[in-house]
């Protein structure tokens, strides 16, 4: 059963709106760090109904990524932002990372820009 790539902030809710994405890896390729970036986020609309925020979680067909280190931004006391951060330690969490991207860029219409 294909499962469509999507990010989470609460298990069961998707996020809608698309996140700027900036990748670092290490020289020696064993480790990296995905920032994603989510300005108004649909999470602050929904959260009154569905519930907390737990975590990011980034879903496909080959299971579920996460990550707890989740901060909000917030502008003259409203919610305004979502900075999420995925920590990979290995090549093996990278690459499983990078297959999660791929697809969720595919379906989203997204492309990858090196600086």
Known sequence: MMVKPKNQFILGTDEQTMPDVRLTKSRDGTNGVAI???DQPSVFDSSDEVGEITGFYMIDDEGILQSVDVNAKFVNGKPAGIEAK??????????RFMR???????ENSLQFIKS
């Open 86 to 95: 995925y920590i990979m330690r290995s090549p093996r969490e990278w690459d």
């Open 36 to 38: 994603f970036r989510f």
């Open 100 to 106: 999660f991207m791929e697809r969720y860029s595919n």
